[in-house]
C-alpha cells in the first residue's frame, strides 16, 4: 500500500465539474493499493498516517498531529502510485490491486480514519478527478507498507 501524504491548508476534489470533497486545513492523502495488499497493511497505514506529526506545536516543530490539531483529510484512491517507471517511457500498472479489490480496501481505510474521529471526504472511486490543493511548508512525505521508501 502507498500513500503520498501532503500537508494542506486546502484542498478539493472535483468530478464533472463537480466538487464532490472539499477540506480545510489537514491532510490530502493520495492512496493506491497493490496486488498483495492486506488489511494488515491497511491498518499500518491508517496508523501511520493518523499519527504523523506533521503540524507545528507552539515553538513551530512539526510535533502535532492530525488529531491534535483537529484537522480534516481527503481521500483520493491512486492506482498511478503503482507506476513502474523503469523501462521505456510507459509506465506499467501491473502491480495495482484490481479496482474491486482496492475499492474495498480504501473504503476500509476511510472508515478506519472516521473511527479516529477525523472528518474525511473522498473522491469517487475509478472516476476522472481533478485534485485542487494548496500544499502548507511544503511538507509532502512518501509513505509504503513495505517500507520501501
Known amino acids: ?5 501532503q500537508r494542506v491548508t486546502q484542498a478539493s476534489v472535483t468530478v464533472e465539474g463537480e466538487i464532490v470533497g472539499r477540506i480545510g486545513a489537514g491532510l490530502l492523502v493520495l492512496f493506491g493499493v497493490g496486488q498483495g495488499d492486506t ?3 491497511l491498518d499500518w497505514m491508517v496508523d501511520k498516517i493518523v499519527g504523523l506529526r506533521l503540524f507545528e506545536d507552539e515553538e513551530g516543530k512539526m ?9 480534516e483529510i481527503l481521500m483520493v484512491s491512486q492506482f498511478t502510485l503503482y507506476g513502474d517507471c523503469r523501462k521505456g517511457k510507459r509506465p506499467s ?12 480496501l480504501f473504503q476500509q481505510a476511510v472508515e478506519k480514519m472516521r ?14 478527478m481533478q485534485v485542487a490543493l494548496v500544499n502548507d511548508g511544503p511538507v509532502t512525505l512518501l509513505i509504503d507498507s513495505e517500507k520501501n521508501f
Open 115 to 128: 473511527g479516529y474521529g477525523l472528518h474525511v471526504e473522498t473522491g469517487i472511486f475509478q472516476a476522472e
Open 93 to 104: 500498472f501491473s502491480t495495482a490491486a484490481p479496482p474491486e479489490m482496492a475499492k474495498n
Open 1 to 5: 500500500m502507498r500513500s503520498v501524504v
Open 39 to 41: 488489511v494488515s497493511d
Open 63 to 71: 510535533n502535532r498531529s492530525i488529531q491534535d490539531v483537529g484537522g
